[in-house]
C-alpha cells in the first residue's frame, strides 16, 4: 500500500473529526465573546428571575413560546450565575446538532462542511442564544434515529413532542414527522410486518402515541397562555400576502427575502422558488417517506405563515432550510436507496430537473456558508448588541447602585440583565428587568419627556440618578453636548454606546443630579 494510498483512506476520518472540532471550537470563543440582545436576554431572564417551577410557567407565558427553551435555561442557569450559562448551554446544544449531523447524514465532506459553516447552524441557530437549536437539534436527531422505526416509534415520538414545545413553527416539522411516518405505517408492509416482529409493539405503539399527544396538548396550552393569539381568517384572501409567504421559501433556500413593496420582487422571487421547491420536490420523490415529509412540513408551515403570523426574520423562515435539509438526508437514507450518494443518484438518472438538483444543493449551501462565515467573524468585531459594553461601563465607573430610569423596556432589558438589576421602566410604571408583555403599555418617544418628569418629581430625596435611554426613545430635547434642567435636577451627558450591529439596541447614558437653581 502506497503512502498516498494511506493518506487518501486517513484523510476523510481526519476531517470528520477535524471539521467539527473546529466548529466547537468557535463556538466556544462565542458563546463567550457574543454580546446578547434582548431576546437572548429576555430568554434568560425569564428563567434567572424564577424562583421555582410554578413561577418560570407564569414568567414564560406571556412570551407566546412553549416552555422548554425557558426550563432549560432554568435548569443550566446557576452553572455560572450569569448570562453565559445559557451561551454554554447554547453551545452544548448546537455543537450536538452538528456532531449528530457529521455522524449520520450521508452528504459528502465539502457538503457537509459547507452546511456546517452556513448561516444558521454557524449564526443563527448556534451563537444567537435562543430556542431554535432546539428545533434543529431534534430534527437532526429525527434522522439519525430514523432507521429505529422498525422496531420502535419512541424516539420519533420523543422527538415529535419535544419539538412541538420548542416554537409555533416547530409544528410544522413535528406535523411532517408524524405525516410520514403513518402514511408509511399505511402504505409500506415492510415496515409493519418489522415493527410487529418486536414482541412489544403494542405497547410501544401506545407509548408513542401517548407521549405524542400529551406533549401537544401540553404545548398547544402553553402557546395559548399568550396575551394575544392570532385567529384565522379562511375568507380574506391577499395575493400579496401570498407572495411575501413564498418569499419566505425563497429565503429559506437562499437568505434572501423580496421587497413586499415591489410587485416585481415578490413575483420574480415567487417564480424562483416554486422552481426551486420543483427540482427538490423532482429529487426526493423517489423516497416515499422524504417526500411525504417535505410536502406536509412545507404545506403546513406555509399555510400557518399565511393565516396566522409571517415571521419577521431569517430565523423564522430558517425552518424552511431545516425541512429542506432533513428531506435530502432522508431520501439518501440506506434505508430508502442503497447507494446513498446525491452525484450517483443523478447521474444515473436522465431527467433533466434531477441533475439540476445538485447545483441547486451546492449554490444553496454556498450561500448559507458565505453568510455564516461573515456573520460570525462580524460578531468578533461589532458586538451584536451595546447592551455588554454599557453594562461593563456602569459597572467600572461604580454606577450600578443608582436608581435608573430606563426606556424602551423591550431594548434596555439587555443592559438590565448583565448587570442583574431592576430599572424603573415608565412602560410598566414600575420597576422590573425583563419586558412583561402582557402587563406593559408602550410609550410614545414624545411622552418619554413627561414619564421622567414624573419619575423625577417622585424621587426628590435621590441626589443623582440614571437615565438610560436606547436609540427609539432617545429625547428630541437631548444631546450628547449640553446639560438640560427638568424641574430640580440637572440632566448631563456621560456617555454614548453606539457601536451595536442592532441600531435599536444604542444606548445613551445621562446622570440626573438634584440641584437648587435660585
Request: aromatic residues 18%; glycine residues 4%; contains cysteine.
Amino acid at each position: 500500500m502506497t503512502r498516498a494510498t494511506v493518506a487518501s483512506k486517513l484523510q476523510p476520518i481526519n476531517l470528520n473529526i477535524f471539521i467539527p472540532f473546529v466548529f466547537i471550537f468557535i463556538g466556544l470563543l462565542g458563546a463567550f465573546h457574543h454580546s446578547l440582545w434582548r431576546d437572548e436576554m429576555q430568554g434568560w431572564l425569564v428563567a434567572w428571575r424564577s424562583d421555582s417551577w410554578l413561577d418560570l410557567w407564569k414568567n414564560n407565558a406571556p412570551s407566546g413560546h412553549p416552555v422548554l427553551w425557558s426550563a432549560l435555561i432554568y435548569i443550566f442557569k446557576n452553572l455560572t450565575g450569569t448570562p453565559l450559562s445559557m451561551q454554554l448551554l447554547q453551545w452544548i446544544l448546537g455543537s450536538s446538532a452538528i456532531i449528530c449531523f457529521w455522524r449520520w447524514n450521508p452528504f459528502p465532506i465539502w457538503q457537509k462542511t459547507l452546511f456546517t459553516f452556513g448561516y444558521f447552524p454557524f449564526w443563527e441557530y448556534y451563537l444567537i442564544s435562543r430556542h431554535y437549536v432546539l428545533a434543529e437539534l431534534l430534527t437532526f436527531i429525527f434522522c439519525s434515529t430514523y432507521s429505529l422505526r422498525r422496531k420502535s416509534y419512541l424516539p420519533s415520538a420523543i422527538c415529535i413532542g419535544l419539538l412541538v414545545n420548542t416554537h409555533a413553527f416547530a409544528w410544522a416539522i413535528a406535523f411532517a414527522i408524524g405525516v410520514a411516518l403513518i402514511s408509511e405505517w399505511c402504505f409500506s408492509p415492510l415496515q409493519r410486518i418489522s415493527y410487529k416482529k418486536q414482541r412489544v409493539w403494542t405497547l410501544d405503539l401506545i407509548i408513542s402515541i401517548s407521549i405524542v399527544f400529551l406533549f401537544s396538548s401540553f404545548a398547544a396550552f402553553s402557546l395559548m397562555q399568550a396575551k394575544d393569539v392570532s385567529s384565522i381568517d379562511f375568507f380574506n384572501f391577499d395575493f400579496r400576502h401570498l407572495l411575501r409567504v413564498f418569499g419566505r421559501i425563497f429565503g429559506g433556500y437562499l437568505l434572501i427575502v423580496p421587497n413586499y413593496r415591489s410587485w416585481v420582487d415578490l413575483f420574480i422571487c415567487a417564480l424562483i422558488g416554486g422552481f426551486m421547491l420543483f427540482i427538490t420536490l423532482k429529487f426526493i420523490s423517489r423516497s416515499r417517506i422524504a417526500i411525504t415529509f417535505f410536502l406536509s412540513g412545507i404545506i403546513s408551515l406555509f399555510a400557518f405563515n399565511y393565516f396566522i403570523y409571517l415571521g419577521i426574520g431569517s430565523r423564522h423562515y430558517g425552518y424552511y432550510f431545516l425541512m429542506f435539509i432533513a428531506a435530502i438526508w432522508l431520501a439518501l437514507h440506506p434505508s430508502e436507496n442503497s447507494e446513498a450518494s446525491i452525484l450517483k443518484m443523478t447521474s444515473i438518472n436522465k431527467n433533466t430537473f434531477h441533475n439540476l438538483f445538485p447545483y441547486l444543493l451546492t449554490f444553496s449551501l454556498s450561500v448559507h456558508f458565505a453568510a455564516g462565515i461573515h456573520r460570525t467573524i462580524t460578531d468578533f468585531f461589532l458586538p451584536y448588541s451595546a447592551g455588554k459594553a454599557t453594562a461593563n461601563y456602569i459597572k467600572e465607573e461604580g454606577l450600578q447602585d443608582l436608581d435608573v430610569f430606563a426606556t424602551r423596556d423591550v431594548e434596555v432589558s439587555t443592559v438590565s440583565g448583565y448587570l442583574d438589576k431592576d430599572f424603573y421602566y415608565p412602560e410598566l410604571k414600575g420597576y422590573g428587568s425583563y419586558a412583561k408583555w402582557n402587563t406593559r403599555l408602550p410609550i410614545k418617544k414624545d411622552d418619554v419627556l413627561s414619564e421622567l418628569n414624573l419619575f423625577l418629581t417622585k424621587r426628590k430625596d435621590n441626589h443623582r440618578l440614571l437615565i438610560l435611554l436606547s436609540r427609539n426613545s432617545m429625547i428630541n430635547q437631548f444631546d450628547n453636548s449640553r446639560e438640560i434642567f427638568i424641574d430640580e435636577f440637572k440632566i448631563t451627558p456621560i456617555k454614548s454606546f453606539e457601536k451595536s450591529w442592532i441600531d435599536t439596541e444604542r444606548y445613551y447614558l445621562y446622570f440626573a443630579d438634584r440641584v437648587n437653581r435660585t
